[in-house]
């Protein structure tokens, strides 16, 4: 595997890396029974295991919006605004680049490490040797794990953090779930879904195939596992906050 991903002299490298990728998918599915367990361990890790610190930290941000939020609109007689504010938050900005940092926190540094351990101990090689494709078996899963928990993850962090800014607003103005939830609902277009949509599912591949990568990237030394967890986290980091830039950008330049 060559080393350095992700610089404009590799631009070719990660493409073709991440096409020979996308085409694994499908024999994956055919024929990748083997590797349905990996699949299967990535989303307990990436997604169910990471279920308490996104409650926590969706909870505080649905919170924070309402505490800061419901007052100052209170002085402008604009507290109807608070839901729209809550989902252009929380749905469609910062859910998704929150949970995609919890995700590369805990999974981006997990995955190059454990891939640059399988490349330095000849472990990818031994695959090669008896006829196993190292990218469908060890690739492909990670890939797809990823992906669907970036997914899955994004939609749980904005319903608790919705949920949670329900419990604060009972402070500041008492009423019933069904009409909060109902002018949320109201708040809620079908632009602002499809936005966060394509924002968790760009997150994922990104940091997925980042950490992957940063992974195979190791050469000899023992000493360049750590330093390939390293570079994913912030590779993965810097990928993904310009790509909510760029999306974001695109999104309201379609809706101005």
């Known amino acids: 595997?060559?080393?350095?991903?992700?610089?404009?002299?590799?631009?070719?490298?990660?493409?073709?890396?991440?096409?020979?990728?996308?085409?694994?998918?499908?024999?994956?599915?055919?024929?990748?029974?083997?590797?349905?367990?990996?699949?299967?361990?990535?989303?307990?890790?990436?997604?169910?295991?990471?279920?308490?610190?996104?409650?926590?930290?969706?909870?505080?941000?649905?919170?924070?919006?309402?505490?800061?939020?419901?007052?100052?609109?209170?002085?402008?007689?604009?507290?109807?605004?608070?839901?729209?504010?809550?989902?252009?938050?929380?749905?469609?900005?910062?859910?998704?680049?929150?949970a995609a940092f919890i995700i590369i926190a805990r999974s981006a540094t997990a995955i190059a490490t454990e891939v640059a351990g399988m490349v330095i101990s000849h472990e990818v090689e031994a695959y090669i040797s008896i006829g196993i494709d190292p990218i469908e078996h060890l690739a492909v899963?990670?890939?797809?794990?990823?992906?669907?928990?970036?997914?899955?993850?994004?939609?749980?962090?904005?319903?608790?953090?919705?949920?949670?800014?329900?419990?604060?607003?009972?402070?500041?103005?008492?009423?019933?779930?069904?009409?909060?939830?109902?002018?949320?609902?109201?708040?809620?277009?079908i632009q602002d879904l499809a936005i966060s949509i394509i924002k968790s599912i760009s997150f994922g591949m990104i940091i997925s195939m980042v950490a992957i990568m940063r992974g195979f990237s190791v050469e000899r030394a023992s000493t360049e596992i750590p330093v390939a967890g390293l570079q994913a986290v912030g590779t993965a980091f810097g990928g993904c906050i310009v790509v909510d830039i760029l999306l974001s950008a695109l999104y309201y330049s379609v809706l101005s």
């Open 141 to 189: 899963p990670r890939f797809l794990g990823v992906t669907i928990s970036m997914f899955l993850l994004n939609i749980y962090f904005s319903i608790f953090g919705l949920a949670g800014s329900f419990a604060v607003a009972q402070l500041f103005n008492p009423m019933p779930a069904e009409i909060y939830f109902g002018n949320l609902l109201s708040a809620l277009t």
């Open 1 to 98: 595997m060559r080393s350095g991903v992700f610089v404009p002299g590799n631009f070719l490298y990660n493409l073709g890396f991440f096409t020979r990728t996308l085409r694994g998918v499908n024999s994956f599915i055919v024929r990748g029974q083997a590797s349905y367990r990996i699949l299967t361990m990535q989303i307990l890790f990436t997604f169910v295991q990471a279920m308490g610190i996104s409650s926590l930290l969706a909870l505080g941000i649905g919170a924070a919006v309402n505490v800061i939020g419901i007052p100052f609109l209170s002085q402008l007689s604009q507290e109807q605004l608070i839901y729209t504010l809550l989902i252009t938050i929380i749905t469609r900005e910062l859910g998704p680049l929150l």
